[in-house]
């Protein structure tokens, strides 16, 4: 069963940044593409970023486009979220997610696509 871990969140003034991990445990974290997504309360869970399992392609939500970066280093088992520019409507709880089938992701914004999922990492952004 793998496990992700997310850390990295916080508090931040607006027009802030906050780099996002998370840690997967597993030998096979490679193969998968992996994303995050976040909640904020009283709505529902909403994309926010994928990378495919090599790194070529990402995917973003509009929202975060040209604010948000996701990377991943195979080698430490990690995915990141940059989150620069940072505006209140950012305030959620962050979570990664490992992709359900090997491979398949090809982007687009449902979850159903990812089957493991982490606890969490809360953002507050104040204005």
């Known amino acids: 069963q793998v496990q992700l871990v997310e850390s990295g969140g916080g508090l931040v003034q607006a027009g802030g940044s906050l780099r996002l991990s998370c840690a997967a445990s597993?030998?096979?974290?490679?193969?998968?593409?992996m994303g995050w997504f976040r909640q904020a309360p009283g709505k529902e869970r909403e994309f926010v970023a994928a990378?495919?399992?090599?790194?070529?392609?990402?995917y973003y939500a509009d929202s975060v486009k040209g604010r948000f970066t996701v990377s991943r280093d195979n080698a430490k088992n990690t995915v990141y979220l940059q989150m620069n520019s940072l505006k209140p409507e950012d305030t959620a709880m962050y979570l990664c997610?490992?992709?359900?089938?090997?491979?398949?992701?090809?982007?687009?914004?449902?979850?159903?696509?990812?089957?493991?999922w982490g606890q969490g990492t809360q953002v507050t952004v104040s204005s």
């Open positions: 997610a490992k992709e359900r089938y090997a491979g398949r992701y090809a982007g687009g914004a449902g979850d159903s696509a990812f089957g493991s």
């Open positions: 597993g030998r096979t974290f490679s193969s998968y593409a």
């Open positions: 990378i495919t399992w090599n790194g070529y392609s990402t």
